[in-house]
């Protein structure tokens, strides 16, 4: 090692560039799904089917209904930083779409191999399309790094879009051996789609592993979130949950709103189960999920851990989207007070229902 000497700085080449970016957005099999499905709620989809082979490493397939995308578009539809969502950066403020960055779909393409079919309303003539709705046009394409490998194909009908992606992680030895052995992640996917489906109960919603007959997650649309609860998290579950809201009088008087179900004092589990939306964005909040279960230990006799399913709605300009590559985390402005808030909401429904509960059993 000589000082006189530093090293040299290069600019990396734009590929290396796209791929680290991509491994960051797509961390896991799981991750590409949540994108997938993101975009296909987005698109306004009713229905929503996920095939998986492999772990998803081999295949994943997302189907939706939604309202697809145009001919025109498909040239650049998979390049970075491409989307319909965002135009201004202020837009960010008042974003309700799940997506922003236009950089999913690209990602896939710099780790995996995407083939898109979508539907396109239109008519071809002989020289070129025109756009109406009165007819609807079906193409098929393929992408890698990028870039759209051929011309758009007509192909057979789908309802709204097909994205599917193939051989994950092929250029990524050593993330792809991670995956590998492990069906770890085929039980996350399921995970995920148990919980989109019981937050958005007006699409329905299934996951299968290929060939299978049976499907893993299967929701039916329905006007109940309890329902929808009972049919994709078990009986038991839904048995034993009671319904929580903030604020239980004055609306106006909140910065937010919450609407729950939460287990009562008579559910067992070793793992808590925490469904948390917040502006219809599934995330994830560590420290709320540590203040209800500080709750549940000190209220409840037994050891046993809740049930949570939340959606919390707030100003969209009192929440950061943009702090995490996979949108799982966002920032909140009062924060903690949002979670003392809720906190003590969870805490004297729990002791109402386990006194209750104490009353009936001394009767
Ligand atoms: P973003 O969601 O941030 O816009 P993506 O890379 O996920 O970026 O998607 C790029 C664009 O492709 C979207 O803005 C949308 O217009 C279109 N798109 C992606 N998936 C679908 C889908 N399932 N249905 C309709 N359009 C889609
Ligand atoms: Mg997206």
């Known amino acids: 090692y000589s000082p006189s000497e530093p090293p040299k700085i290069h600019r990396l080449d734009e590929s290396v560039v796209n791929r680290i970016a991509a491994g960051e957005v797509i961390q896991r099999p799981v991750s590409a799904i949540k994108e997938l499905v993101e975009n296909s709620l987005d698109a306004h989809s009713t229905s929503i089917n996920v095939v998986v082979k492999d772990g998803g490493l081999k295949l994943i397939q997302v189907s939706d209904d939604g309202h697809g995308i145009r001919l025109e578009d498909l040239p650049i539809l998979c390049e970075r930083h491409t989307t319909s969502k965002l135009t201004n950066y202020e837009d960010l403020q008042s974003i309700k779409s799940m997506g922003f960055r236009g950089e999913a779909l690209a990602s896939m393409t710099y780790v995996g191999h995407v083939t898109v079919t979508t539907i396109t309303p239109g008519k071809l003539h002989g020289s070129g399309f025109c756009y109406c709705s009165c007819f609807f046009f079906f193409f098929r394409v393929s992408y890698r790094d990028g870039v759209m490998e051929d011309e758009p194909k007509p192909c057979a009908a789908v309802k709204g879009t097909q994205i599917m992606v193939e051989n994950l992680f092929y250029n990524m030895i050593a993330r792809r051996k991670t995956f590998q052995n492990s069906a770890d992640d085929y039980s996350k996917i399921v995970d995920l789609l148990s919980r989109f489906a019981i937050h958005h ?12 007959s049976r499907a893993d997650v299967h929701s ?17 579950v839904a048995l034993n949950l009671m319904k929580i809201e903030v604020p239980d009088s004055d609306p106006s008087s909140s910065v937010f709103k919450m609407d729950g179900l939460i287990s009562n004092s008579n559910y067992v589990a070793k793992k808590t189960t925490m469904v948390l939306f917040i502006n219809d964005r599934l995330v994830e909040c560590t420290a709320l999920k540590r203040a209800i279960e500080i709750v549940y230990a000190a209220t409840l006799p037994k050891a046993s851990k809740p049930f949570i399913y939340m959606s919390i709605v707030l100003p969209p300009e009192h929440v950061d989207v943009n702090v995490h590559p996979t949108k799982r985390e966002v920032s909140l402005l009062n924060q903690e007070f949002i979670i003392n808030t809720i906190q003590s909401a969870v805490e004297s429904k729990l002791r109402n229902s386990n006194e209750a509960r104490t009353f009936q059993e001394q009767t």
Request: aromatic share 6%; net charge positive.
């Open 220 to 236: 039916v649309t329905t006007s109940s979130r309890l329902d929808s609860i009972r049919s994709v998290y078990g009986v038991s």
């Open 201 to 212: 109960i007006n699409v329905s919603f299934s996951c299968r592993k290929h060939g299978a």
